[in-house]
Structure formats: structure tokens, C-alpha cells
């Protein structure tokens, strides 16, 4: 098969929109493109900042691109060493908005061994990894500008954050890292080579990326169209969807920007073209936000369904739990030291290995597989879900639901508890409520702030587990601090992402003489709603905390004020 190649720098670009008033077999360098004095070689004293070692403004802008380039080297498979030629210049920047940076591959690749499908480009990066050689040797993969005006000439009230710990001091200072790994990913493959204006492809071939791009309107996928078709289809509002398997089996985290029947996962194409914006990127219709919308929404060093939209196009074929075609195993990690290499080769084999399973011992390597013979029955191990006591049992730990005793209950009528299952999941609730409760000091709260995880747990007769939710200690949520003392009465936990378990709000108030009270809500897709309807009774519901014994109860023994499929409302005994 003849190996064709592109050699264009398509570039996307993240923008700042002002409303005015790891161990890993991949390696990534940056390849420092910078005059002397200026950029990533600016030598201008500062101080070190936010874990970011550097003494000058070029050695800390350096490693804060280092540190993204080795998040993405944590996240994406390749033998081959991808290089990112990097400068900082000046890039466009008014008033109400500044571009902080732009990235694409430097080239791009088709019909070369091991593409997956023919006569369609991919990023030189990926088509590396796929061929396991280098298909353009002696030059850089991926092109990355950022704007060296940000922060100092620039006229938008703004500049770049320079420390590693994602934590800017201002709402105006844009943290680096985070824009970088956004540019970075654009150079693995997050675009397009389609011309959006005209809907053209790139000399008439497809490319990975538009392979996965959906009009909803016309039910068509962007390959079949016309070029007509596919330009007006990059600003049909709210119906250019992405299809790919990975992004749509992840996107159960979006309580927004997702088609709540397919899944699909939209992208960006207001009814106004944006050329280097449009269709590359996620739609900022998304909630949680994604680091891959068009405009910087804040600090965050997790690429979130990036990484899945990697996938799609074709990235960690090795590392997927699927043996393609050309590897000996695929273990679902792109990782050495065990069965099956990062190349998805056959290692270790005869040899001992751990399978991560309690529950096993004598684990040996077989044929890039790493399994064990089960231990004893009843031997203790931890499911990881704290509402339910749990033992192994032929080779797998197994829970069984296991509430606390000698909880501290309510008076007669003051819990409730709702649950409601609706369709879309989106309107799936959870609520309880223990008021006038028994007497809880300060201390028996423990200090959700640094130590204590939180747990809620509802139990029907058996007993059996009925619906869990953990809200971890600590942590930030949306962009702030999960947890929050109250005075000293008590502590509030908020999550507007609602992660992991559904869990939205957590009110714990201490007192005495009736003074105490607790409240839990959770509401849309992350709940692991039970069955509904048909309760075994009683139904128990317990908050409990890890860092102690102390939990709060209420016992549900009484016909239920409604109990049908849609939804469970009942006063506590």
C-alpha cells in the first residue's frame, strides 16, 4: 500500500471569552523553538510557584508544558517519541477576547501499514503509533503557539498561571497547564481537515476525525455528504453530534450536551461559523465542562472525555482490552512490568505477576494474561463499597449489605425519605431528611474537610442493599471546595458535577435538644437508581462516615405514603 502524506499545519485555537465588567511508555518533549531572550528562554526573574520549580518566566512556562505534555504522555500510547515544537509569539488579543494558544499536527498520514482504515489522513502522531516507526523522521509532531502578549501587552485583563497544582490565585489568570494539554490534544488528533467554510475534504480523502461526525438533522454521518451538506452542517446548532463508541459509552457523566436517546455527544457548531473553533471542538453546551470546548472555563489537569475522543480516532488500540489485529495480548493498560507489554507484545510468560485480585493467589503470567487460583471462601477482602460487608467467594469479592447498628435515630415522623425514577435520567432524585434528631456533638462528625469520607445508604428488608452514594473527603468540586465548615456547628458538601455516585448536597448540623439534623440530595444519571415499586419493608436509609463509628438512621416500617414505580415517599417511624 502506498504511504501518502499531508503536509499542512491545520491549527485550532482556545480562546478567553471575557464578559466585559506517571509512568507511562510514551514520551513527549517540547522542543523549545524560541529565540534567545524571549518565550520559553525569557529570562526575567520569578519566583517559584505552585510546585513549579523555575527561577525564570522561560524555565517555568517550560516545565508548566512539560508537565501537559507528560499528563497526555500518562494517557495515550506510542513506541515512537512524540515531539512538540513550541513558541511563544504573539497571537490575537483585544479587550473582551484573547487567543491564549494554537496546535495541530504538523503533518498528516494515509493508507500506510497498520492504518486502520484506508485512504483517510490521521495526525502524524497517531499514524506513528499505528505503523510502531516513524513515518516523518526529522521532524517535530505536533506545531504549539501560545500567546506571549497574554498578561503583559495584551489589553484583555488576564494572564497565564505558571504553577503545576492547577490552583490560579485569580479568576483571571488562566492556568497553563490546562491550556496546553487543550492545544496538545488538538495535536493528537482533535480536529478536522475538512474546510468548514466550504465543507470540502483534504484533496478528496477522509480523515479519522470527521469519521465519527454526525448531522442530526439529515441522520447522516459527515464521509457520505456533500460538500454543501457537510458546510452546513458545521453550524447546525446543537445537532452536529460525535458517535464514537468510547465518547458515547462515557458520556453518562454530561447532564448537558448529550442526546439523552444515543448517547450522542455534541460538538461545537453555532449557527455563526468560527473557523479554527467550529466542529474541533466540544460543544460549551456540555455540562460538566470539558476541557475541549472552544473557550477556557477554568483550571483542571483531567482531559475528561478527550481521552475517549482519542480513542475513537484511533488512539490505545493498544490498551483497549481488545486484541486487534497485529497484537499477541491487551491487557487494558498501556503499561510494562507485567503480561503484556505497552506494545500489546506477550512478556513474563510462566512468570509470577499480580492480577490486582485479593481473592487470588499464585498468580502467574498465561499468554499475556495474568490470573490466579482463588483463596478460601469467606476470606475478608473490600468491594469498595462501604455499605456492604464483604468476603471472597470463588475467586471474587463478593458483598453482602450489611447496615450499621445502634444508629442515632429521629423522633417519630421527622425522617423522610424520596426517591423518584425518571425518564430521562436526568430527572432521577434522591432526597432525605433526619430532623430533630438525637443529640450529636461536634466531634462525633468527624472532619469531612481532610479525613472523614461520607456514605448513604438505603437498605430494604433482608436486608438488602437497595441504593449507595459516597461523597470523598476533601476535594474540589466545580471549581471550588467540596467540603466547607459551618461555624463549628457542622459541615456542607456541594458538587454540581455530582460525582462519583449522584451525590449533589450533604448538610450535617451537631446540637442537642433536638438541634441536630442531616439532609442528603442526589439527583440525574450518576444515581444508581434501584428498581422501584415493589420495596421488601422495612427500608432502612443510614449516613455513616468512615473515620468512626457514629451514623444516623431512619427506620421506614409503615405503609409508604406512595410506592410506585416512578417514585418511593415515606415518613420515618
Not at 8 to 36: E, Q, R, Y
Not at 429 to 451: M, R
Not at 459 to 468: C, R
Not at 550 to 561: D, G, I, M, Q, R
Request: with cysteine.
Amino acid at each position: 500500500m502506498k504511504r501518502s502524506v499531508l503536509a499542512v499545519l491545520v491549527v485550532a485555537s482556545l480562546a478567553l471569552v471575557a464578559v466585559v465588567p506517571v509512568a507511562s511508555a510514551t514520551t513527549i518533549i517540547i522542543d523549545n523553538n524560541d529565540g534567545a531572550g524571549e518565550g520559553l528562554n525569557d529570562p526575567t526573574v520569578v519566583a517559584p510557584v505552585g510546585g513549579n520549580p523555575g527561577t525564570t518566566l522561560g524555565a517555568q512556562r517550560l516545565n508548566a508544558l512539560q508537565a501537559a505534555a507528560n499528563i497526555w504522555a500518562s494517557l495515550v500510547n506510542s513506541s515512537q517519541t512524540i515531539r512538540i515544537a513550541t513558541t511563544f509569539d504573539s497571537l490575537p488579543c483585544n479587550s473582551s477576547t484573547a487567543r491564549l494558544g494554537q496546535a495541530g499536527a504538523h503533518s498528516f498520514m494515509r493508507d500506510f501499514v497498520g492504518a486502520p482504515v484506508a485512504s483517510t489522513w490521521y495526525p502524524i502522531a497517531l499514524a506513528n503509533s499505528l505503523a510502531n516507526m516513524d513515518l516523518d523522521p526529522g521532524n517535530d509532531d505536533i506545531d504549539a503557539m501560545f500567546n506571549s502578549d497574554f498578561g503583559f501587552s495584551c489589553a484583555f485583563n488576564g494572564s497565564f498561571y505558571l504553577g503545576l497544582d492547577a490552583n490560579p490565585p485569580g479568576n483571571n489568570d488562566s492556568d497553563l497547564v490546562t491550556v496546553a494539554l487543550h492545544e496538545f490534544c488538538h495535536g493528537l488528533g482533535f480536529l478536522t481537515l475538512v474546510d468548514v467554510t466550504t465543507g470540502a475534504k483534504a484533496v478528496g480523502f477522509d480523515d479519522t476525525f470527521m469519521l465519527n461526525l454526525e448531522d442530526h438533522t439529515l441522520g447522516l454521518l459527515w464521509p457520505p455528504m456533500t460538500n454543501a451538506q457537510r458546510a452546513a452542517s458545521a453550524t447546525n446548532d446543537g445537532n452536529l453530534h460525535w458517535v464514537g463508541a468510547d465518547v458515547v459509552a462515557a458520556g453518562g457523566i454530561l447532564t448537558a450536551g448529550r442526546d439523552p436517546i444515543s448517547g450522542h455527544v455534541q460538538m461545537y457548531a453555532p449557527s455563526t461559523l468560527e473557523p479554527g473553533s467550529s466542529v474541533s471542538h466540544f460543544d460549551k453546551a456540555l455540562t460538566p465542562n470539558q476541557i475541549m470546548e472552544p473557550v477556557y472555563t477554568g483550571p483542571t489537569h483531567d482531559p475528561g472525555l478527550a481521552v475517549e475522543l482519542l480513542k475513537d480516532i484511533g488512539w490505545n488500540r493498544c490498551g483497549n482490552g481488545v486484541i486487534d489485529s497485529g497484537e499477541a495480548c491487551d491487557d487494558g493498560n498501556i503499561a510494562d512490568g507485567d503480561c503484556c507489554s505497552s506494545t500489546c507484545t506477550i512478556t513474563n510468560e510462566g512468570g509470577a505477576c499480580d492480577d490486582g485480585n485479593v481473592c487470588t493467589d499464585t498468580d502467574t503470567c498465561s499468554s499475556g494474561v495474568c490470573a490466579g487460583s482463588p483463596v478460601t471462601n469467606g476470606s475478608p477482602c473490600d468491594d469498595g463499597n462501604p455499605c456492604t460487608s464483604d468476603s471472597c467467594q470463588s475467586g471474587a469479592c463478593v458483598g453482602a449489605a450489611a447496615p450499621a447498628s445502634l444508629c442515632k435515630l429521629p423522633p417519630s415522623l421527622k425522617g423522610q425519605l424520596l426517591m423518584k425514577d425518571k425518564t430521562p435520567d436526568k430527572g432521577d432524585q434522591v432526597v432525605w431528611k433526619w430532623t430533630k434528631g438525637a443529640d450529636t456533638s461536634f466531634g462525633e462528625l468527624g472532619n469531612p474537610v481532610t479525613t472523614d469520607d461520607y456514605f448513604f445508604c438505603v437498605y430494604g428488608a433482608g436486608p438488602t442493599l437497595l441504593f449507595s452514594a459516597r461523597m470523598p473527603m476533601g476535594g474540589t468540586c466545580h471549581g471550588v471546595a467540596c467540603w466547607t465548615a459551618v461555624s463549628t456547628l457542622g459541615f456542607q458538601y456541594k458538587d454540581k458535577d455530582r460525582t462519583p455516585d449522584g451525590a449533589e448536597k450533604l448538610s450535617l448540623t451537631s446540637g442537642t435538644g433536638g438541634a441536630a439534623k442531616m439532609s442528603f440530595k442526589g439527583k440525574a444519571e450518576l444515581l444508581n437508581m434501584p428498581t422501584l415499586g415493589a420495596f421488601p419493608m422495612p427500608v432502612r436509609a443510614q449516613l455513616r462516615r468512615s473515620g468512626g463509628s457514629t451514623c444516623w438512621e431512619t427506620v421506614f416500617s409503615n405503609p409508604p405514603l406512595t410506592n410506585t414505580t416512578a417514585q418511593f415517599k415515606a415518613k420515618s417511624d
